[in-house]
């Protein structure tokens, strides 16, 4: 197929420069053009910032309204953009507002759409050939996806970030949009508090599951993340369920994606959701009194035993060993 | 302090049930072995229906449930166990040429099926929908916002708290770093995962005694405004391969007499892998 033409959206600007890069992987051999969506308050900063990493263009709704545009008016003015640039295929980031605006923006436009995609590649008719995991990711599908345009979320921090360019060369256009008033009032909207670790960047992991009865014991959790030079994160349950973790160290399909060196699993069964964040660990280790979760199948390391007897032991092992 | 309005409300819950995750195997060539995995409500679908009883509880009003039913028709336990939960009535939509199997056809059907039901059961309209936020098995995570789009309604997906007052629904939820409280009018469409509430588990006794409740079939062909033909012919998500990817884990297990024990031999094997420099 001659020059593809792919447009990228995401509200957050680490997941736009991941799709530029897949955006641009998209184009080869044939060529084609990358074009990037900027919608809201910060448009034309998040326009300028995918330039200078190499996108061909921006198309930029820049609206005055204090808060971030919701999924309903996103779409709105996704689908302005759509028109303007005309793509054969529109690649958003998975972030959770991404997975509502990219099922909305497929339905408006009478499309199917393929989430969360793990790999993605075209066939030979041009169409789209994805990887997801599906069934608590214990299988892979591959799916082909028809149409125009071909729509594909794609999970943020699994692709590098498209690095500044030397000779940008690409141009912003404006569009002079003006959203619909929300339907859906925003009536208190806060940042929650963020950790002072970045659960993505780290090197070694010690993740808490629903295994761990008190918020208190996460602290032996904590002094073993920190023996090991990491940090403690945790799954669905402890950072939602109960807030015993801030959802920013959330491992999972609704948290973060994480490739660290080292990944201890404690009390965590090993459910879908929590399986697809931690996947591209190097090295993971169980620790389950369940002989039967699924987390055993996901690990380099087993042991079924108590976390209430493994963790305290192991953390003392590690002690006596760094004395040494 | 608002007191809640005692309208009734008409809520509609969209449940899939699914071959549970934890529980499927592969067979001999890598393929999931549905045949063999038990069948249950996906867990998300579980959240959404609880949701529903609780309001309905304060406001009054019946929950209904509505299924497509693509393939494999799901054991009469595992839908029985879905009205014990205290569902008035549930629908199954049957596709039986599996028309209906990526998330946009999937949501198509589900509008025409909105609309049927309430002919069916004469209700003037619904005053909210509620769905899981992704399906148990597929995990697409596109059904509920596609619904809203489809029958123009307004959406808040990721609810985690929700509530009826004066003809507004107000939810929390926490999206992407931040705590927000959404308001909108109904009706509307809300999405909800595990962190609103607990889903009741049905007594066995209230599992059978379910089995007064109606089930009702309607062909998926059969759904007034369903253009299955016009669908048919639109572009398609295709599965064409679905493999257990090789396992890269060593899947060693750690013996051991002891705490003590086990936590050495784990200590050596890392150091062994480099994974612990000291």
Same mark, same amino acid.
């Given at each position: 197929m001659d020059g593809a033409s792919i447009l990228i959206f995401s509200e957050s600007s680490d997941a736009l420069v991941e799709l530029l890069t897949v955006g641009r992987a998209l184009c080869t051999p044939a060529g084609g053009r990358v074009t990037a969506a900027a919608i809201g308050q910060t448009a034309t900063a998040l326009a300028e910032h995918c330039l200078a990493r190499g996108a061909d263009e921006a198309l930029v709704l820049q609206t005055t309204a204090e808060s971030f545009p919701g999924a309903e008016e996103l779409v709105f003015g996704l689908r302005e953009v759509v028109r303007a640039a005309d793509p054969d295929t529109i690649l958003i980031g998975a972030t959770r507002i991404g997975a509502d605006v990219v099922a909305r923006l497929a339905q408006a436009l009478e499309v199917p759409c393929a989430s969360d995609c793990m790999t993605l590649c075209r066939d030979r008719d041009g169409n789209l050939e994805v990887e997801r995991r599906i069934y608590g990711g214990r299988f892979t599908a591959r799916q082909v996806l028809t149409g125009r345009p071909r729509i594909a979320s794609l999970q943020p921090n699994r692709y590098p970030k498209a690095e500044p360019v030397q000779k940008p060369h690409g141009s912003i256009r404006q569009l002079a949009v003006k959203l619909p008033p929300?339907?859906?009032?925003?009536?208190v909207s806060s940042p929650r508090?963020?950790?002072?670790?970045?659960v993505t960047k780290a090197e070694v992991i010690v993740a808490a599951g629903?295994?761990?009865?008190?918020?208190?014991?996460?602290a032996l959790l904590d002094a073993l993340a920190g023996a090991l030079g990491g940090v403690l994160a945790g799954s669905r349950p402890l950072t939602g369920?109960?807030?015993?973790?801030?959802?920013?160290r959330r491992i999972g399909l609704s948290g973060q994606t994480v490739k660290p060196n080292l990944y201890i699993a404690c009390g965590i069964s090993g459910q879908i959701e929590h399986i697809v964040g931690m996947k591209g660990a190097r090295t993971v280790v169980a620790i389950n009194?369940?002989?039967?979760?699924?987390i055993h199948a996901e690990a380099d390391y087993t042991i079924v035993g108590d976390l209430y007897e493994i963790v305290p032991a192991f953390l003392e092992a590690c002690e006596r060993a760094k004395r040494a | 302090m608002e007191t809640a309005d005692a309208s009734p409300l008409n809520i509609l819950v969209c449940v899939k049930f699914v071959p549970d995750p934890n529980q499927l195997q592969a067979d001999a060539n890598g393929r999931p072995d549905l045949a063999r995995a038990p069948f249950r409500i996906s867990t998300f679908d579980e959240n959404a229906i609880e949701a529903a009883l609780q309001l309905s509880a304060r406001h009054g009003g019946r929950v209904y449930g509505a299924s497509i039913v693509t393939g494999q028709m799901p054991p009469r336990d595992v839908l029985l166990r879905a009205l014990a939960m205290g569902l008035e009535a549930l629908y199954l939509i049957k596709d039986e040429t599996a028309l209906a199997a990526d998330p946009y056809r999937l949501a198509a059907a589900l509008a025409a099926a909105t609309r049927a039901i309430l002919f069916a059961e004469k209700i003037? +309209?619904? #005053?909210l929908l509620i769905c899981g936020?992704? +399906?148990? #098995?597929?995990?697409?995570?596109q059904v509920g916002p596609r619904l809203a789009v489809a029958l123009d309604l307004p959406a808040i997906p990721y609810a985690t708290r929700l509530e009826v007052r004066h003809g507004r629904v107000v939810a929390n939820r926490a999206v992407d770093g931040r705590s927000e409280t959404l308001e909108t009018n109904l009706p509307a469409l809300v999405t909800v995962g595990t962190e609103i509430n607990q889903a009741r588990m049905p007594t066995v006794l209230q599992v059978m005694g379910a089995g007064r409740k109606p089930i009702r079939d309607i062909p998926l062909a059969e759904l007034?405004?369903?253009d299955a033909q016009t669908l048919g012919q639109r572009p398609s998500l295709r599965t064409i391969d679905v493999s257990a990817p090789p396992?890269?884990?060593?899947r060693v297990t750690i013996e051991g007499k002891n705490a003590a024990e086990l936590a050495a031999q784990l200590l050596s094997r890392l150091r062994a892998d480099g994974e612990v420099k000291f």
């Open positions: 929300p339907r859906v009032r925003t009536e508090a963020r950790s002072a670790v970045d629903r295994g761990v009865k008190k918020v208190e014991d996460l369920d109960v807030d015993w973790l801030p959802t920013d009194n369940d002989p039967k979760a699924p | 003037p +309209s619904w #005053d936020e992704a +399906s148990a #098995d597929q995990y697409n995570a007034p405004g369903f396992s890269a884990r060593k």
